[in-house]
């Protein structure tokens, strides 16, 4: 290779780099006009709502950023720039970016077993934390909510008999299934992942580790995240941070595991969290799932849940309509806070919206 071609080359690796943005303390802000897109996305996201009966969709927070800039931002109810939410179950897949990190550092392996890492699932020891992360142990649990509560592994965990060890808890449980086999969504493999990061960094650095592994070198200033009574992290369940805080873990994603010049999740990694798992046993039409992320595509090859999106859109999604959407297609990350409580609320339309109001203007 000649120098002036190479000279050339390095020129142009520059300037693509140059033109990347990456939020400092504060994001760089490029709003996108008013026109019928935008109007048509806030009639949507913030319509009337009956608060007495809690019907119909009810946005908290809803932030779109654009190629790192943020380009539309609007709060409703108590809810602000600076208010920490509840992300419920969004919390499993900052767990899994938090160990992303650590597979970096070398501290564990997918195919390793539980109990290597968390000795009470001497148990099971064919379960793999590939299996955890994929909601595949195999374990008979029943993530019911506020319909089936005397039923509801899940609702025991977080308020009742499990909520003072959750992870042994969840362990205690019986076999449904070989383990890696069969999608068996459950809150209580991922608290169980919680549980074992412990056993991966130890317990002198595990109370510490999210924050210095994850949200410090992201700029996350607003996290915090709910321990059970021993002191192991709600990993389904309880972090909390600002809706432009968790974007930054959705711009993570986006460019691949990457913050600014540092490879922060290998990519590997982030392969693993976007390739659709393949289940024995049949998956909800509306569930794809990858690496603790939600996918918009299948592993046979079918459209995934949300048709009006790229097939390369993928999210992290938590009770009662919280989400983070990622389309790295379209250079977009979408946080939504909110308080949906009678399922109205669709998460193809919210991301048809958002398209088309970026979209009305120029992509620019």
Not at 272 to 295: C, Q, R, V
Not at 333 to 362: C, M, P, T
Request: with cysteine; hydrophobic share 40%; proline share 7%.
């Amino acid at each position: 290779m000649s120098r002036l071609l190479f000279a050339f080359l390095l020129l142009l690796i520059i300037c693509s780099a140059a033109a990347e943005t990456w939020p400092a303390p504060d994001w760089s802000e490029r709003p996108i006009g008013r026109n019928e897109a935008v109007t048509a996305l806030e009639t949507y996201a913030f319509p009337p709502r009956d608060e007495v009966e809690r019907k119909g969709v009810r946005t908290d927070a809803l932030l779109i950023i654009h190629d790192g800039e943020v380009v539309y931002e609007r709060y409703g109810g108590v809810t602000r720039a600076d208010t920490s939410h509840l992300t419920w179950s969004i919390s499993k897949s900052i767990l899994a970016s938090v160990l992303g990190v650590a597979l970096g550092e070398g501290r564990f392996k997918l195919e390793d077993p539980v109990s290597r890492f968390y000795p009470p699932f001497s148990a099971h020891p064919d379960i793999k934390l590939q299996d955890l992360l994929h909601w595949a142990s195999g374990l008979d649990w029943q993530e019911d909510y506020e319909y089936a509560p005397l039923n509801s592994s899940v609702v025991a965990m977080l308020y009742t008999r499990g909520r003072g060890d959750m992870a042994r808890f969840t362990a205690e449980h019986g076999v449904a299934s070989a383990p890696g086999t069969s999608y068996r969504y459950s809150s209580g493999d991922s608290t169980v992942l919680a549980a074992a990061l412990k056993g991966m960094v130890g317990e002198r650095s595990y109370a510490d580790y999210p924050w210095t592994a994850l949200f410090d070198p992201l700029g996350i200033t607003s996290a915090t995240w709910e321990r059970d009574a021993i002191g192991t992290f709600v990993g389904s369940s309880y972090a909390y941070m600002t809706a432009r805080d968790l974007a930054r873990i959705g711009l993570l994603m986006a460019r691949g595991g990457r913050w600014q010049d540092r490879q922060l999740l290998p990519k590997a990694w982030v392969d693993f969290n976007l390739t659709p798992f393949k289940s024995l046993t049949p998956t909800p039409i509306d569930e794809a799932p990858g690496g603790h992320w939600w996918l918009n595509k299948t592993a046979d090859g079918k459209p995934g849940p949300w048709p009006d999106a790229p097939p390369d859109t993928f999210a992290a999604l938590g009770h009662w309509g919280q989400a983070l959407y990622v389309i790295p297609s379209a250079g977009l990350v979408i946080v939504r806070y909110a308080d949906d409580r009678d399922g109205s609320y669709d998460h193809n339309q919210l991301l048809k919206l958002a398209l088309n109001a970026v979209a009305g203007e120029g992509g620019k």
